[in-house]
């Protein structure tokens, strides 16, 4: 029996053509339960400094949606659950959807993706019978603009939809959510689309008492004898995350699609909770993410499918602070409202995203030793026509010392760099400026994109501002696990089974 099994399992991994998405990514999700929301350009600076360029918003704000035009940074919009009904329910009611919240800024602003509701099997279960008509009715309102194959339709899923998870081979999806879940595949396979899948391995930990190991949860390395086994596939688990995701693909191939990606929606961990919450804790969320980044970008991939990287977008940017619920969910975020991050990313080498590299971060400074007038009208023209803030510049503010032509023109001469996004040739100033990778920082006196004494961050506090429609879906807290996900911890028994 157990050599059949093993022999389906085989087969069915062989038959499988879930191909590599070229371009692994890692994004984030940008939440606005904030008091003090950041101002879109704000929002946006924080990304560019960050190097973040894939987000998913929880609706189509115009403010986010303006400033994100030509940053080159790829954007899913979504259908807030409170207008999935009247979308589900009428085409020219999607079709009005789609061109007031995305062609309206398409091209500009590229949009490439719109998450359908959020969660809507598993929180707004009287809307899943109009859920794949929601999807059907967007996806016909971009054929009719010609946008469907840049712009792909999906709704995001908890993993909780997903029962039996572990071992991965046998997870099947609730059965009485069939009749959307069928449909719905099918429209993902013929739109060339993907799984939106939300993975949360803190609450599969909190809600295991005891039986998944914090290690396990975080990627952290198991002794060999403490993986967890799939008998069927004899695939071995090193975390959590990778049991999920792989159980989704089985899940998926039980309704016998085989051929359609995961993309994980939301995935992270909270820096700080209740005192029930012991394991809410800085370095259990750095550590979770750090983790699961480097595994994204290195395209480590999952068991089932090694080498195919699960592009994921970290569950938040910012902590939200006007969340409801225990204060875990004020805390998923990697930054505060004002940028400053609330931990440093464990991220040397694996790229400039969200990276604590900060090698290549480079300065503009006035060279030494040339002709001061020169200086004095470069440093003019910067604060003058280059609109670069000099106040702190004046006696008595932080960068007023050292008072000389050199140390004044270095700070507005590197303001301006920065202000133009380090482009090639403004650091130049006929020739009295120089590019520099040290911090001519000093003292009180921090230099625009100065990384601090500890941080990525960048100043880009700001008066805080209303968006118009405000984001992220309240209750995400929590999603049901099912109590018959158990990741059970066997020891290795391949001999066993040969037997
Ligand atoms: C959006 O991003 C994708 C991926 O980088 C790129 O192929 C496409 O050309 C971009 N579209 C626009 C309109 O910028
Ligand atoms: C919905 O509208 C589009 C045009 O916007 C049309 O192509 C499509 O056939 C319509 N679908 C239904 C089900 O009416
Ligand atoms: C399966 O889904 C139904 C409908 O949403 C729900 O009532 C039921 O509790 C789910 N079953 C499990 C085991 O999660
Ligand atoms: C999957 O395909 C097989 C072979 O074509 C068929 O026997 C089976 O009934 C299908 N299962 C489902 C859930 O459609
Ligand atoms: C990718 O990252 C994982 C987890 O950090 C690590 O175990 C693995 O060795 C890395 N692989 C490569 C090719 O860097
Ligand atoms: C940055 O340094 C300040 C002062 O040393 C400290 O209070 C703060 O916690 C640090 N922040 C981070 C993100 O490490
Ligand atoms: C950056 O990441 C590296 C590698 O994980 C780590 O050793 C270093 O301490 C980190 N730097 C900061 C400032 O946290
Ligand atoms: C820094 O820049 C160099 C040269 O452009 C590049 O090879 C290297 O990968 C960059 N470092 C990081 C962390 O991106
Ligand atoms: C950031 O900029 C704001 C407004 O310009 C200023 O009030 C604040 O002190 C700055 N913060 C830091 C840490 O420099
Ligand atoms: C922001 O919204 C809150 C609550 O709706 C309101 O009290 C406040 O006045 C608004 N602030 C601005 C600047 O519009």
């Known amino acids: 029996m157990e050599l059949l099994h093993l022999l389906l399992a085989f087969l069915l991994a062989a038959v499988s053509t879930v191909t590599a998405d070229d371009d692994a990514f890692v994004g984030v999700n940008i939440g606005t339960d904030l008091s003090d929301l950041p101002h879109p350009t704000q929002v946006v600076a924080l990304l560019k400094a960050q190097n973040i360029r894939h987000i998913r918003l929880y609706d189509a704000d115009r403010g986010m949606l303006t400033s994100l035009a030509n940053t080159g940074i790829q954007v899913i919009v979504s259908v807030p659950n409170e207008q999935l009904l009247g979308i589900g329910q009428s085409n020219a009611t999607a079709a009005k959807w789609v061109s007031s919240n995305v062609v309206a800024y398409y091209p500009a602003t590229n949009i490439t993706g719109i998450a359908v509701g959020s969660d809507v099997l598993t929180t707004l279960p009287n809307a899943a019978p109009v859920l794949v008509n929601a999807l059907r009715f967007i996806h016909s309102a971009l054929v009719a603009s010609n946008l469907d194959r840049q712009i792909k339709v999906s709704t995001p899923l908890s993993a909780s939809i997903i029962l039996d998870s572990f071992p991965p081979s046998q997870a099947f999806f609730n059965s009485s959510l069939k009749p959307v879940l069928v449909p719905m595949l099918s429209f993902l396979q013929s739109t060339g689309s993907y799984l939106m899948l939300n993975v949360y391995p803190y609450y599969d930990y909190m809600q295991s008492n005891g039986v998944i190991p914090l290690d396990y949860a975080l990627f952290k390395p198991l002794l060999p004898t403490k993986e967890a086994v799939d008998a069927n596939t004899l695939l071995h688990y090193t975390n959590v995350f990778d049991a999920t995701v792989d ?34 804790t800085i370095d259990n969320a750095n550590t979770y993410n750090s983790n699961l980044i480097r595994r994204v970008l290195n395209k480590t991939g999952t068991p089932k499918h090694p080498g ?78 280059g609109k670069v803030d000099c106040s702190p510049l004046m006696q008595g503010e932080t960068c007023y ?33 120089a590019i520099t990778t040290s911090d001519p920082s000093h003292g009180s006196c921090k230099f625009t994109g100065s990384l601090g004494m500890n941080g990525t961050s960048v100043n880009i506090t700001a008066p805080s501002m209303n968006l118009t429609s405000s984001g992220s879906p309240a209750g995400h807290c929590c999603s049901s696990v099912s109590t018959s996900i158990l990741f059970l911890i066997v020891p290795l028994v391949l001999s066993a089974l040969f037997l």
């Open 401 to 433: 010392e050292p008072d000389t032509v050199v140390a004044h023109a270095t700070y507005a001469l590197n303001a301006y760099y920065q202000k133009m996004g380090r482009a090639p040739g403004t650091c130049d100033f006929k020739g009295v400026a």
């Open 247 to 280: 159980a989704a693909y089985f899940a998926m191939a039980s309704l016998n699609f085989t051929n359609i990606p995961v993309v994980v929606t939301e995935s992270g961990w909270p820096s700080k909770g209740d005192s029930n919450e012991p394991d809410a």
């Open 308 to 385: 195919i990287a699960v592009s994921t977008y970290i569950y938040e940017l910012y902590n939200e602070d006007m969340k409801s619920g225990p204060l875990s969910e004020k805390n998923w975020g990697l930054f505060d409202a004002d940028g400053t991050p609330v931990y440093i990313l464990r991220l040397i080498g694996s790229g400039l995203v969200l990276a604590n590299d900060t090698t290549n971060q480079t300065y503009c400074t006035a060279k030494e030793g040339v002709d001061p007038k020169m200086l004095q009208a470069a440093l003019d023209w910067a604060c003058g026509a």
